[in-house]
Every structure is written in structure tokens, then in C-alpha cells.
């Protein structure tokens, strides 16, 4: 049987619109391990069309044109270490907006930078749990 979308592929994908995609791509494969899947370039040799998989996540990206200008998005990402994958982002002329921290009542340690392009980007690690 057929399936209506790629194989491995969540029915939603987050599809970013940014100047130079490139160093986009080079920033999400350093701070997230991101793996490409597929890439079309435009005859002018900017990203057309480009999927990267972060963990069980497909992300579309590609370079903005006259057509289609950049846009900014907020994005959250679970990550296995919030605070290894916030140093990285850092390290990595991202632009600090919270460092990861757990609040009161909140199962989630989480963090905020934003990268180059201007995308907002919340990142958490679910902490373990123990009810007494």
C-alpha cells in the first residue's frame, strides 16, 4: 500500500524562509545533529528546496528570493540535553534569550536563543520525574 507522504516523515513540517539558508543549515547540523535528506538548488546555486531531519522531525528550508522574503518563525525542539544543545547554540553566535532553567512547576528544563536569521528557538529536556 502507498503512503500519502515520504516514509519516516510527520504529516507537519516547520518550512523556514531565510537569506542565506546555507549557514542555517550549517548552524542546525552543529547544534542539533541534524542529517540532510534532500537538496535542490536554484540555477543561481541558492537553496531551492533543501530537508533536514532533526531527530524524529523533517525540516524544510530555503534561501528567500524576490518572490518569497525571509520570514521568521518561534520554533521548540525536545532535545536529549537542553543545556549541552544551548551551549552549542551560543558557541555558535546564537543570540541569548534564556538560559535553560526548570521552574516551579514545570517538568520541562528549558532554554531560548535565537539564531541569525531572527528565528526563536525554545529548547527543552523533559526531567525525570518521581512522585512520591
Known amino acids: 500500500m502507498s503512503s500519502y507522504k515520504p516514509k519516516n ?6 518550512y523556514l ?8 543549515v550549517d548552524l ?18 541558492s537553496i531551492m528546496h533543501l530537508e533536514l531531519q532533526l ?3 523533517v525540516m524544510m528550508i530555503s534561501d528567500s ?3 518569497y522574503p525571509a520570514i521568521t518563525a518561534m520554533l521548540h525542539i525536545y532535545v536529549p540535553d537542553v543545556f549541552e544543545t544551548f551551549d552549542l547554540a551560543i558557541e555558535n553566535d546564537c543570540l541569548l534569550l534564556e538560559r535553560p532553567t526548570t521552574k516551579a512547576d514545570d517538568t520541562d528544563a528549558r532554554g531560548a536563543f535565537m ?5 526563536y528557538w525554545s529548547v527543552s529536556t523533559q ?4 512522585i512520591q
Open 115 to 119: 539564531d541569525y536569521a531572527g528565528n
Open 55 to 57: 531527530d524524529d522531525s
Open 28 to 45: 542546525l547540523k552543529i547544534v542539533f545533529d541534524a542529517k540532510e535528506l534532500r537538496r535542490y538548488h536554484r540555477e543561481d546555486g
Open 65 to 67: 528570493t524576490e518572490n
Open 127 to 130: 526531567q525525570d520525574i518521581t
Open 9 to 14: 516523515y510527520n504529516s507537519l513540517s516547520p
Open 17 to 24: 524562509i531565510v537569506d542565506d539558508a546555507e549557514k542555517l
